[in-house]
C-alpha cells in the first residue's frame, strides 16, 4: 500500500495471458487504467495510453485499443545458402488462419546480423512452386497478389510487404526475400529467432508464428532445438544429386532411392553430418533393409566413413550422430533409400550439414554445409487443366486438356482423360492428331466421358494439348473433377500401369445460356490496336438472364476466356477496365445503352484466362459493359474466340479480333556475310535480302526497316527489287508480280508502295520480297529487322520483328570469271577461273567451298572433277561434290603443314565424327608462319587462293537471289567463319520442245469457235507470262479463250486468257509460275481457228512482268509450224424422211411428210456437204453420229456431185464405223474429184434408236452429226464440222420421229371400187395414247362416211395435213376396237398407195410433224371386179357389137338379197357411145331374169337393171351393145363397170376394164445409143429393160420430139457389144450399143405435132444429140445408174409413116354344132385397106371347143375377093406359119415384109364342139404385129374382135370355099404343139 500523489510516476508490471482469440483494435478490448481510493466510492478511468513510438513496429504509437495476435498454424523459413555471410534468398511459407481484409500485409523479423538491407522485393517462388504454375492440379501454394510495397525496417531487422487484397484464411502462401546472412552468430537460439506474422489495413497484427519459423518441419519444436537450420562457417561444394525411380510411394508403395554424389570436403573433418530432406519427402526409416544403401558408388575414391550407416529420424532427417572423419583428398558418394511425395510442400532443396547441431557459429563447431537442389522431374502429370471455350447448354464448343509430362511417352502409351460428373451427356469427336489416336469411351459405374489418348510414335516430355469437338448436354450440370494420368497402355483402361502419376483438377460446368455477349467492333473501341504483341483493348458486351434490375443471391463470379495467346497476369485487375466513362470515353450514345460492371475484387489469370470475383452480385437483364487491355498475341490463335461464365450463366463463344501480324515470316541472306570493302548497292559484291510473309490486312504500302548497319541505298527507284506473289487458296500457285508506284529507299529503311487500284497487298495470298542492300561492316549479332504495313486507307496494317542472322567476316578479295571465248550459252562448257581471300587465318582441318550458283555442273566428260587449284601451287587436290541436282561445290581442306594430304585422302573429305579435332580460335590479319607455295595451315588471311574449274552452263539462267557464286570458310567444327559472294554474268538460253497441237476435243473445223489447242514447252528460264502468237493462216482469235492446267485430271483449273479483239491472234497467259527446266503445258479452249483451214504458225513467247509493270522478254520458240487446220464441212439442207416417202414412192405425200418411227429400218438422211479443203482419193469420209440417234446401214447409199443442174455420183467404198457411223472412202476417178466448195448430195439409210430433239428456238448451231475427213498422214481430220449443224436446217418438218403405234390392226379384206365397207381393227384406246388424238387415215380416194360409225370420232377431214387423204380424227374407242363405214375409191392412187394409217397426234392433230406415234397396213385390197369387153377397135365403126363380162363377188352378192333389183353400169372410155335397143342382148342371167338396158346420162353410158337375177347363181353377167368407136383411142382409154344395189350404193366395180386400142397412124423408127464402161452385155441388157420399163426411154424421146410421153411406145430394145462402125468410144473399155426400136402416135392434145411435124424433127441434124442429152437427164431423174453415152444416137432406119389395118368384124361359119361332133368352122375377114404392120392372126375358141389341126395341111387360108393370097410364111423360110400351144388357141404367122391387100380373106379349121355350152361362148380374133402375141391384151395386139359362138344344135352354116390357098406353095412341115413360150421383153 502507498499513495500515489499528483505528478509521481507509477510503473506496474503485469503478467497476464492472452486470450485464446484473435483481438483486433475495432474489437472494443483497449488498455484502461482507473485509480482509487477506499474512502472514495467512484471510478476514475484514465484516457486510453500509448506505446512509446520507440516501440512500434511501424513507427507511431499504438491506440489505446491493443490487438492480440493469433498463432501461425504454419510458417516456415527456408535458406538458400546457410554460409556465414553469404547472399541468401530465403523461402518464407506461411498458412493464413485469419483473413485479412480488405487490405493486408505480411512482415518478417530475422534474426540478430540478418540484413535485408535497405531495400526489399517480395517475389514469387516461381511456376514449379504456385498454383497455376508448372505442378500439379493439387498444388494450393498461393503467391501474393497485388503488392504494393516491400519495405525494410533495418534496425528492427524487419522487411513488410504491404497489399491491396486480402490474405485468405485457409490459403498457404509462399514468397521469396534477399537477406545477407551475418558473419557470426553467438548463441545456437539466434538461429531460431525469424518471426512471420500477418497484419491487417489498419496494421494490427493478425497472425504470428511461435517460437520461430526457421524449422525444417514447418513448426516450433522446443523439445528439439536443433530441428532447425543454422549458418554454417563455409559452403562446401554441392553434391549432385541422381534419382533413381521418381513415382510417388503413395501409389507404388515402392521405396526410391537416391545417390548423392561427388561428396569433397574443402578440409580434414571429423563431426556429425545432417542431411535434411524438404517436406514431405521421408528417409526411409529401414535404411539398410531396404536394399539400397550404398556407401561407395560410381567415381568414389573412398568409402562412406566407416561404412556407417545413417539413422532416419523424423522423416526428414537423415544422420550420422556419430563424428565421422573426411578427407579432404578423397572423394565420397553414397546411396540411400526413401519415399518420393507427390510433390514438395514448401521448398524443394535438400541440405547437407557437417557440425555439432548444438552448437553454434562462433564455436567452431559449425564447418560448412551446402543446399542441393531437389529433382525437377517429379513423375506426376503438372500443369494440367481442363480449358473449354463455354459451358452454355447444347453449345457445340472446344474441350481442351492440357498436361506437362515428365516422362517420355513411347509408342502404344499415352494418356486417359477421365471427365467429371459434368461430362455424363457430354458428346465428343476425337481429334486429328499427327503422333498420336483417340478413341473415346466412357467410366462403367458413372458413365461420365473417358478420352484415351494413345501415342503412334514417341512424345517428348513436355507440354501436350488435345482439343477436342464436343456438344454440351442439354441440362445443367455442376462441375466434376476430371482426373489426368500418363499410362503404359490407356486402351486397358481402367486396369492401367503409370508413366506419369495422375492428377485430379476441375473441370467445368453446364449452364444456362446468357442472354447476351459480343465483342464491340475495333472501330468503336478506345485503344483498339490488332497488331501483334501490342497493348490492345476489347469491348465486351453481355447480359445474364433473369428478371430486370434482379440480383444474384451471392457476391459474383466469372471467368473469361480470351483468344489463345492473350495473356493475363496472375493478378490481372488492371486489365479489367469497368468504369463506363472509361469504356466510351468519347461516345455517349453507347454510354446511354450500356452500364459498367462493378470493379472485380480479385482477378486470376492464368495464360488465355481470367478467374474474377466480386464483392457484390451481378445484376441480371441489364446491358453491362467492361473492357479487357491485354497485349495481343504473336500470332492468330487457331481457337480465336472470346467467352464468358457468370455465376449459373454461359456465353456462346464470339470471334475475336484478327490479329494484324505478317504469317509465316522468314529471311534469308543471299550471303550470310558482312559487307565486302568497297561493294555498292546493287553491284556484283551486293547482297540481298529475300523476305517471304503472308499479311493479314489489304495494305497500301509497307516498310522494311533493317538494324543499323544494313543499307538499302539512297533512291527512289524500284530497281533491285522483286516483289511476287502467290494466291494460298491455290495448291499450285501461280507466280504474280505486285506492281510497285514507288519505292523509297534510305538507308536502313525501305518503303514501297503498291500501284493502287489494281495491286495492293491481301491476306489471299504469300509474297515474295528480294531486295539488293549491303549488310554491315561488322560481323556477329544485330537487332531483328521489323516489317510493318499500312492499311488501305491510312489505317494500321500488320507488323512483325523477324530474327536477323548472324553475318560472318566477308571475304577479302572475290573475283569470278570466264576465261573462254565463247559466247555464254546454256549447255555449252566454259573455263572459270575464281580467285579469293579470307580475313581470317585458316588453320588444320578448315574447309573451303566454293559453291556454283545453281544449275551449274561440273564437265565430267573430262574428268571426274575438272578443278585445279591454280595458287597456291600446291596444296589439297580439289573435290567435286554435288549434293542434288544443279546443286554443286567445290571442297578444298586445309592440310596441316606437318604432313602433306594425298589425292587419295582429298577425294573423300568426310570426317570420322569420333575423331578429336584440334581447333584453334582464327588469328587476326598479321604475319605468321607459312608456305606461301602450299596451302596448308596455318593459311594466312588474305592469302590469295585460286583454282580453274570447267563448267557447264544451265538451261536457265538462276534468279537474281540465286545467282550467286559463293565462297565460305568454315573452322573444323563447320563453324562459319568467313563467307562472301559475287553475281553472276548473263548467258543465252533456248526454249526447249515446243509444240502447239490442235486437241480433237474440241472444234476442229476452220473458222469455229470452241478449239481447244495444247501448248507445251520446257522454258530454259523462270517467267510469269506466256503470249501466244497464231501468225497463219488469217482469221485465229483467242478472244474468248480460256486457259487451262489439266495436270490433275480430278482438279482441272480454267482462267480467263487475256485476248484482245485488237488482236485476236495473240493470246496472253499472265500471273502464272513458269518454272525453269519444269515442263509447261496448258489447254486453251474456246479458240477460234483460223478461216479456210491449212497449215498453222505459231511462236511462244515467255515473259516477266517489270516491277513497275513493264514487260520483259525472256524466252521465244520462233514461228514454227504446228499442224494442218482442218478445214470445214460445211452441212445444209437436212432431211430426215421416211424411206417409202423418200425413196420408195416419193409422190405419197403422207410418207414424204410422216416423220420415221424409232426401230424401224426406214429413216433415210439426206443432207448436202461441201468440203473448205480438197478430198483426195483414199481418204475416209466419216459421218458419226455421236448421240447414237441412228443406226446406219450400207442399203442404198448414195453420194453425188452437184455439177450445174445435174448431179454426178461420186465414186466411194462404204464401210460401217461401229453402229452410230458411216465411213466412205473416196475412190480414185478420173471423172470425178471431191472437188473444195463444191457441194455434194449425201443420201443414208438408218434406224432411228433414239427421239430427235429439235434445238432451242434461238439457236443458231446445234450439236449433233459429226463430219470428218481422215487422212492416213494426219493426226487430225482435213475437214470437220465438229458435230455442228445450223439449227436452221432443224426443223419441225424435216427433224422429227415417231413411235411405232401400239396396239394397231387392220383386218385384211377386199372391196370393190366405189364400194361401201366397213373396215375394223384394233386401235389405241384413249388412255393408250396418253392423250393425243386417235387418227385413221385412209387412202387417198377413201370416202369416210361423216359422222363416224359405229366406231365415233372428232371430225372427218379430207384432206389431212395436205397430203390428200381423208382421216378421222379422234377416234374414241375405249376397248381398242375399231369400226369404221367407208367408200372406197375408183382405184387405188397406185399399188403402193394403199396404205391406211392409225396415229397418235400431236399438239395440233392435222400436224404430220407433230405425229407421236404411227404404223401402216394396207388392210383393204381394192378387188377389181373380174370384167371384160370385146370388141371390133376399127376407128370410126358404127354398131359394132360391144361384149361385156363381169363377175360380182361374194361379198357384193351377199348384199343383194337373192331376185333384188339391182343396177349394172358400164361407162365407156369418152369419144365411144354406148347404144341400148335391140343391139342390147342379156346373154347372162337369162329368164325368168329380167334386163333392161337405159342409155345413160352421157352417151358413153348405159345401165342395165336386173330383177329377178339370183346373182349367186348367175355367176358371171354378159350383155351385149352396140357400139360406136371414135377416130383415135381416148387418152384415158378405160371401160368401168359397177355393180349397184337397189339403194343405188355401188356394192362391186371394176374401173380399170381396159379397152381395145384402134389401130393409129404412126411413124415407125430405130435408134442405137453407143455405151462405154460397161460391166457386161448382161450388165447392159439388164439396164436397158429398166430404162425402157422406168419411162427414161419414152420420156427422153418425148422431150426431144415435144410430144406427150403417151404417144411414144417403145417397140423393142436389145444391148449388142460393140458400136457402129461410124461411132468410135474410148479405147481400152468394154463399149456396147443399145438398139431402140418405137414408134410415134399422134396426139389428141392441143398444140402436140401431127405426124408430118414429128417426121421432120427426127430428120433434124440435132435430133440425135439431144436425144443423148435428154436421155441421160432422165437416168439421173429416174435413179439409174449413170452411164457414159456417146455424144449423139445413131440412127438405123429413118422413121416412116406406117398405116393401120382397118378390117371388119370377123364373122363365123360352121359345119356342125351338135355335142362333141366334128366339123370345120370357118373365120372370115375383110381389110379395107392395105396394111404392111400384120405379123401374124390370133384365133381363140372359147373353152370346151378343139381345134383338131395336127399338121398345117389342116388348115386352109383362103382368098375371098383379096387381089392377092394372104401372104403367110412362104416356102423355104425357117419355121412353119402356124402355131398352136391349146387345144383353143391358134397363130397364123405372116412373113417379115408381107403386105396384107385390101380384100376379104377367111381360115378354115377342123374343130370339135363340147359337151355342153360354155358360159363364155366368145371367139377371139387378134391381128397382131408382132409374132409373139398370144392374147387380145398383148402388147402387139394392133385390134382385137370378140365375136358371139355358136352353140349346141345352132344352125350351121358353113358353104364350100371359093378359093383355097394351096398349101403346096408352102414348105410343109410338122406343127409345133406343145406349150410355147412367148418372149414378152419390150423393145
Same mark, same amino acid.
Given at each position: ?118 531495400s526489399c522485393s517480395a517475389e514469387d517462388l516461381g511456376d514449379d512452386y504456385h498454383r497455376g504454375g508448372n505442378v500439379p492440379s493439387f498444388v494450393t501454394l498461393e503467391r501474393l497478389r497485388n503488392t504494393k510495397a516491400c519495405t525494410v525496417y533495418p534496425e528492427l531487422r524487419l522487411a513488410s510487404v504491404s497489399m491491396d487484397r486480402p490474405l485468405y484464411q485457409g490459403k498457404t502462401y509462399g514468397f521469396s526475400l534477399n537477406v545477407q546472412n551475418p558473419s557470426s552468430q553467438a548463441a545456437p537460439e539466434e538461429q531460431l529467432q525469424w518471426i512471420v506474422r500477418t497484419r491487417d489495413a489498419t496494421g494490427a497484427i493478425l497472425e504470428e508464428s511461435f517460437g520461430g519459423a526457421a524449422w525444417y518441419q514447418g513448426m516450433p519444436q522446443a523439445e528439439i532445438r536443433n530441428d532447425g ?493 522483286? @516483289? *511476287?506473289?502467290? $494466291?494460298?487458296?491455290?495448291?499450285? &500457285? +501461280?507466280?504474280? %508480280?505486285?506492281?510497285? =508506284? !514507288? ?112 544449275? @551449274? *555442273?561440273?564437265? $565430267?566428260?573430262?574428268?571426274?572433277? &575438272? +578443278?585445279?587449284? %591454280?595458287?597456291?601451287? =600446291? !596444296? ?53 608462319d607459312h608456305d606461301p607455295n602450299m596451302l596448308a595451315a596455318p593459311w594466312p588471311c588474305g592469302g590469295n587462293i585460286s583454282v580453274r574449274m570447267e563448267v557447264i552452263y544451265p538451261a536457265t539462267v538462276p534468279s537474281d537471289f540465286a545467282y550467286n557464286w559463293l565462297t565460305q570458310l568454315n573452322d573444323a567444327s563447320d563453324e562459319l567463319l568467313s563467307m562472301g559472294s559475287m553475281r553472276g554474268w548473263i548467258f543465252e538460253t533456248a526454249m526447249q520442245g515446243p509444240s502447239v497441237r490442235l486437241l480433237p476435243s474440241g472444234a476442229l473445223r476452220a473458222g469455229a469457235y470452241g478449239a481447244v489447242l495444247s501448248i507445251y514447252f520446257v522454258p530454259a528460264n523462270p517467267a510469269q507470262k506466256v503470249v501466244i502468237t497464231a501468225s497463219k493462216p488469217d482469221g485465229w482469235s483467242f ?845
Open positions: 500500500e502507498f499513495a500515489i500523489l499528483p505528478g509521481m510516476s507509477v510503473y506496474l508490471q503485469v503478467s497476464v495471458r492472452n486470450p485464446s482469440f484473435t483481438v483486433n483494435s475495432t474489437s472494443g478490448y483497449g488498455w484502461e487504467l482507473a485509480v482509487w481510493d477506499e474512502e472514495t466510492t467512484g471510478l476514475q478511468l484514465s484516457s486510453g495510453f500509448e506505446v512509446p513510438a520507440s516501440v512500434s513496429s511501424a513507427g507511431s504509437g499504438f491506440a489505446r485499443y491493443a490487438t492480440v495476435a493469433a498463432k501461425l498454424t504454419f510458417v516456415q523459413v527456408l535458406p538458400s545458402s546457410l554460409a556465414a555471410g553469404a547472399q541468401n534468398t530465403i523461402q518464407v511459407f506461411f498458412a493464413v488462419g485469419v483473413t485479412a481484409y480488405p487490405a493486408s500485409g505480411v512482415e518478417v523479423e530475422a534474426p540478430p546480423g540478418f540484413d535485408f538491407g535497405s537450420w543454422s549458418l554454417y562457417a563455409s559452403e562446401m561444394v554441392a553434391p549432385t544429386l541422381r534419382w533413381g525411380d521418381l513415382l510417388p510411394f503413395s501409389t507404388t508403395m515402392i521405396t526410391a532411392s537416391v545417390t548423392i554424389f561427388p561428396v569433397q570436403v574443402p578440409y580434414h573433418v571429423t563431426c556429425p553430418v545432417r542431411i535434411v530432406a524438404p517436406l514431405p519427402w521421408v528417409w526411409e526409416p529401414a535404411v539398410e533393409q531396404s536394399g539400397y544403401w550404398k556407401d561407395t558408388v560410381t567415381g568414389s575414391t573412398a568409402p562412406w566413413p566407416n561404412g556407417t550407416i545413417p539413422v532416419a529420424t523424423g522423416e526428414t532427417y537423415l544422420q550420422w550422430d556419430t563424428p565421422l572423419f573426411f578427407s579432404a583428398s578423397e572423394t565420397y558418394g553414397i546411396r540411400v533409400p526413401l519415399r518420393v511425395p507427390w510433390w514438395p510442400t514448401t521448398g524443394s532443396s535438400f541440405i547437407i550439414e557437417f557440425g555439432y547441431r548444438n552448437g553454434s557459429l562462433d564455436d567452431g563447431h559449425n564447418h560448412f554445409a551446402a543446399v542441393m537442389p531437389g529433382p525437377s522431374a517429379l513423375r506426376v502429370i503438372r500443369s494440367a487443366w481442363v480449358d473449354h471455350l463455354t459451358g452454355r447448354m447444347e453449345e457445340e464448343q472446344v474441350v481442351r486438356v492440357q498436361v506437362t509430362t515428365v516422362s517420355p511417352i513411347y509408342r502404344q502409351e499415352g494418356f486417359v482423360f477421365e471427365g467429371g460428373s459434368a461430362t455424363r451427356r457430354l458428346e465428343c469427336t476425337c481429334p486429328s492428331l499427327e503422333d498420336a489416336e483417340c478413341d473415346i469411351t466412357s467410366e462403367a459405374a458413372t458413365g461420365s466421358l473417358v478420352l484415351q489418348i494413345v501415342a503412334t510414335r514417341t512424345l517428348n516430355p513436355g507440354r501436350h494439348s488435345f482439343s477436342f469437338k464436343c456438344t454440351n448436354p442439354p441440362n445443367l450440370y455442376a462441375a466434376g473433377t476430371w482426373k489426368v494420368g500418363a499410362y503404359q497402355d490407356p486402351l486397358s483402361y481402367p486396369e492401367l500401369d503409370m508413366v506419369d502419376a495422375a492428377t485430379e483438377l476441375a473441370g467445368f460446368s453446364i449452364q444456362e445460356s446468357m442472354f447476351r455477349f459480343e465483342r464491340l467492333e475495333g472501330k468503336w473501341t478506345a485503344g483498339f490496336d490488332p497488331r501483334p504483341l501490342r497493348q490492345g483493348s476489347t469491348i465486351l458486351l453481355f447480359s445474364l438472364p433473369g428478371d430486370p434490375g434482379a440480383v444474384a443471391a451471392s457476391n459474383s463470379k466469372a471467368r473469361l476466356r480470351a483468344p489463345e495467346g492473350m495473356n493475363f497476369s496472375m493478378n490481372c485487375l488492371d486489365q479489367i477496365v469497368t468504369d463506363i466513362l472509361q469504356i466510351f470515353p468519347d461516345n455517349e450514345t453507347l454510354r446511354e445503352q450500356y452500364q459498367g460492371i462493378a470493379a472485380p475484387f480479385t482477378c486470376e489469370g492464368r495464360d488465355n484466362m481470367a478467374l474474377l470475383e466480386w464483392q457484390v452480385p451481378m445484376p441480371h437483364n441489364v446491358s453491362l459493359a467492361f473492357r479487357v487491355d491485354a497485349v495481343n498475341p504473336e500470332l492468330q490463335a487457331t481457337y480465336n474466340l472470346w467467352a464468358l461464365e457468370v455465376d449459373d450463366a454461359s456465353s456462346r463463344s464470339v470471334a475475336g479480333a484478327i490479329v494484324q501480324t505478317f504469317k509465316d515470316v522468314s529471311l534469308e541472306l543471299a550471303s550470310q556475310s558482312a559487307r565486302m570493302a568497297g561493294s555498292k548497292v546493287g553491284d556484283l559484291y551486293s547482297n540481298i535480302i529475300r523476305l517471304i510473309f503472308s499479311p493479314s490486312t489489304e495494305a497500301e504500302s509497307m516498310v522494311v526497316t533493317a538494324p543499323a548497319g544494313f543499307d538499302f541505298g539512297n533512291s527512289s527507284s524500284c530497281d533491285g527489287l522483286k @516483289f *511476287i506473289g502467290r $494466291e494460298l487458296a491455290d495448291p499450285y &500457285p +501461280v507466280p504474280f %508480280t505486285l506492281e510497285l =508506284s !514507288g519505292c523509297n529507299q534510305l538507308q536502313n529503311r525501305l518503303e514501297v508502295v503498291f500501284a493502287l487500284p489494281d495491286f495492293n497487298m491481301t491476306p489471299t495470298a504469300y509474297y515474295t520480297l528480294d531486295v539488293d542492300l549491303l549488310t554491315p561492316e561488322l560481323t556477329g549479332s544485330f537487332d531483328r529487322f521489323h516489317l510493318s504495313s499500312t492499311a488501305i486507307g491510312g489505317g494500321i496494317g500488320d507488323e512483325v520483328y523477324i530474327d536477323t542472322p548472324i553475318l560472318a567476316s566477308s571475304l577479302q578479295i572475290f573475283q569470278v570469271k570466264t576465261v573462254s571465248t565463247e559466247n555464254p550459252r546454256s549447255g555449252e562448257t566454259a573455263v572459270i577461273d575464281a580467285e579469293f581471300a579470307f580475313p581470317v587465318t585458316a588453320y588444320a582441318a578448315s574447309n573451303i567451298r566454293l559453291s556454283l550458283p545453281p544449275g @551449274f *555442273i561440273f564437265n $565430267e566428260t573430262v574428268r571426274k572433277c &575438272p +578443278v585445279d587449284l %591454280t595458287s597456291p601451287s =600446291s !596444296g589439297p587436290v580439289p573435290t567435286c561434290r554435288c549434293f542434288s541436282i544443279g546443286d554443286c561445290a567445290i571442297l578444298l581442306n586445309v592440310i596441316s603443314n606437318s604432313g602433306g594430304d594425298d589425292a587419295d585422302d582429298a577425294e573423300d573429305n568426310s570426317t570420322d565424327s569420333d575423331a578429336v579435332i584440334s581447333t584453334t580460335t582464327p588469328a587476326a590479319c598479321g604475319d605468321v478472244d474468248r479463250a480460256s486457259v487451262c492446267d489439266v495436270a490433275d485430271e480430278d482438279n482441272v483449273v480454267c482462267i480467263n486468257g487475256l485476248g484482245s479483239t485488237a488482236s485476236p491472234q495473240v493470246l496472253q497467259i499472265d500471273n502464272l509460275e513458269i518454272k525453269a527446266q519444269v515442263a509447261f503445258a496448258r489447254e486453251i479452249r474456246d479458240v477460234k481457228l483460223a478461216d479456210g483451214g491449212g497449215l498453222a504458225t505459231f511462236e511462244l513467247a515467255t515473259f516477266i512482268r517489270g516491277q513497275t509493270g513493264e514487260q520483259v522478254a525472256v524466252d521465244s520458240s520462233g514461228e514454227m509450224v504446228s499442224f494442218l487446220v482442218p478445214g470445214v464441212v460445211e452441212v445444209t439442207d437436212i432431211n430426215v424422211r421416211v424411206y417409202r416417202g423418200f425413196i420408195t414412192d416419193p409422190g405419197d405425200k403422207i410418207f414424204a411428210l410422216l416423220p420415221p418411227r424409232l426401230a424401224v429400218k426406214e429413216s433415210v438422211l439426206t443432207f448436202f456437204i461441201q468440203f473448205s479443203q480438197e478430198v483426195r482419193a483414199n481418204d475416209a469420209i466419216v459421218f458419226d453420229d455421236p448421240s447414237g440417234s441412228f443406226l446406219f446401214s450400207k442399203d442404198d447409199l448414195l453420194m453425188q456431185q452437184v455439177q450445174g443442174s445435174s448431179l454426178q455420183n461420186v465414186p466411194i467404198r462404204p464401210s460401217l464405223k461401229g453402229q452410230t457411223g458411216m465411213k466412205l472412202i473416196v475412190q480414185a476417178s478420173n471423172a470425178v474429184t471431191v472437188a473444195p466448195n463444191v457441194r455434194h448430195y449425201v443420201r443414208m439409210i438408218a434406224t432411228l434408236r433414239d427421239w430427235l430433239k429439235l434445238p432451242p428456238a434461238d439457236a443458231v448451231h446445234t450439236q449433233w452429226f459429226n463430219v470428218y475427213v481422215e487422212r492416213e498422214s494426219e493426226p487430225l481430220p482435213t475437214c470437220v464440222n465438229d458435230a455442228l449443224l445450223e439449227a436452221k436446217y432443224l426443223t419441225e418438218d424435216k427433224w422429227a420421229a415417231a413411235y411405232k403405234t401400239y396396239p394397231f390392226f387392220l383386218k385384211q379384206q377386199s372391196g370393190a371400187p366405189l364400194a361401201q365397207i366397213q373396215v375394223m381393227g384394233t386401235i389405241p384406246t384413249p388412255e393408250q395414247a396418253t392423250g393425243g388424238d386417235v387418227i385413221l387415215i385412209a387412202p387417198i380416194g377413201v370416202t369416210l362416211l361423216s359422222p363416224c360409225m359405229p366406231t365415233p370420232c372428232k371430225e372427218v377431214v379430207q384432206d389431212w395435213s395436205g397430203t390428200g387423204r381423208p382421216a378421222a380424227v379422234g377416234l374414241n374407242s375405249s376397248t381398242g376396237s375399231l369400226a369404221l363405214r367407208v367408200e372406197l375409191p375408183r382405184d387405188w392412187e397406185s399399188e403402193n398407195r394403199k396404205d391406211w394409217l392409225v396415229m397418235v397426234g400431236g399438239a395440233d392433230p392435222y400436224n404430220s410433224y407433230q405425229v407421236a406415234a404411227w404404223n401402216n397396213e394396207p388392210s383393204v385390197s381394192l378387188r377389181q371386179m373380174p370384167a371384160d369387153v370385146s370388141y371390133a377397135a376399127v376407128a370410126k365403126t358404127l354398131n359394132v357389137q360391144l361384149t361385156v363380162k363381169l363377175t360380182p363377188g361374194e361379198a357384193a352378192i351377199a348384199l343383194i338379197p337373192g331376185g333384188a333389183r339391182c343396177y349394172v353400169k358400164v361407162r365407156a372410155p369418152n369419144g365411144y357411145v354406148l347404144k341400148c335397143g335391140t343391139l342390147f342382148q342379156s346373154i347372162s342371167p337369162t329368164a325368168p331374169a329380167e334386163a333392161i338396158c337405159e342409155e345413160g346420162e352421157t352417151t358413153n353410158e348405159a345401165i342395165v337393171a336386173l330383177d329377178n337375177a339370183i346373182l349367186e347363181n348367175v355367176g358371171t353377167l354378159m350383155f351385149t351393145f352396140g357400139m360406136d368407136t371414135p377416130a383415135i383411142n381416148p387418152s384415158n382409154n378405160i371401160f368401168v363397170m359397177s355393180l349397184l344395189d337397189a339403194g343405188n350404193i355401188s356394192v362391186d366395180a371394176n374401173v380399170q376394164v381396159p379397152a381395145m386400142k384402134i389401130p393409129q397412124q404412126r411413124i415407125q423408127s430405130s435408134i442405137a445409143y453407143g455405151i462405154t464402161g460397161i460391166e457386161s452385155l448382161d450388165w447392159l441388157q439388164q439396164w436397158a429393160v429398166a430404162a425402157r420399163d422406168s419411162g427414161a426411154l419414152a420420156s427422153s424421146m418425148a422431150e426431144t420430139l415435144q410430144v406427150p410421153t403417151a404417144s411414144v411406145e417403145i417397140d423393142g430394145v436389145e444391148a449388142k457389144l460393140g458400136v457402129p462402125s461410124s461411132r468410135r468410144l474410148q479405147a481400152g473399155s468394154l463399149s456396147g450399143t443399145l438398139q431402140v426400136d418405137f414408134s410415134i402416135y399422134e396426139s389428141e392434145e392441143a398444140d402436140s405435132p401431127s405426124l408430118a411435124e414429128i417426121e421432120t424433127a427426127m430428120s433434124q441434124a440435132s435430133f440425135t444429140t439431144e436425144l443423148v442429152q435428154n436421155l441421160g437427164d432422165a437416168v439421173s431423174e429416174a435413179g439409174l445408174s449413170s452411164v457414159t453415152l456417146a455424144s449423139e444416137a445413131y440412127k438405123l432406119s429413118d422413121g416412116k409413116v406406117l398405116q393401120p389395118p382397118n378390117c371388119t368384124t370377123p364373122t363365123l361359119r360352121w359345119s356342125t354344132s351338135a355335142a362333141q361332133t366334128e366339123g370345120k368352122v370357118r373365120v372370115d375377114l375383110i381389110f379395107q385397106s392395105s396394111t404392111t404392120l400384120l405379123k401374124a392372126v390370133l384365133v381363140k375358141m372359147p373353152e370346151g371347143y378343139e381345134h383338131l389341126m395336127r399338121s398345117a395341111d389342116d388348115m386352109s387360108v383362103i382368098q375371098r375377093g383379096a387381089a392377092s393370097p394372104f401372104p403367110v410364111l412362104d416356102n423355104g423360110e425357117d419355121g412353119s406359119f402356124l402355131e398352136t400351144w391349146s387345144p383353143q388357141t391358134i397363130r397364123v404367122l405372116l412373113k417379115d415384109d408381107a403386105n396384107v391387100l385390101a380384100g376379104g380373106y377367111a381360115f378354115e379349121i377342123p374343130f370339135k364342139m363340147p359337151a355342153r355350152n360354155p358360159k363364155e361362148n366368145f371367139w377371139e380374133v387378134s391381128l397382131c404385129m408382132d409374132v409373139h402375141c398370144d392374147g387380145p391384151r398383148h402388147e402387139s395386139v394392133i385390134t382385137s374382135f370378140s365375136i358371139l359362138g355358136f352353140a349346141i344344135g345352132d344352125t350351121p352354116n358353113l358353104l364350100t370355099s371359093e378359093t383355097v390357098y394351096d398349101a403346096s406353095c408352102s414348105f410343109r412341115r410338122p406343127m409345133l404343139f406343145g406349150l410355147l413360150v412367148a418372149v414378152s421383153s419390150h423393145w
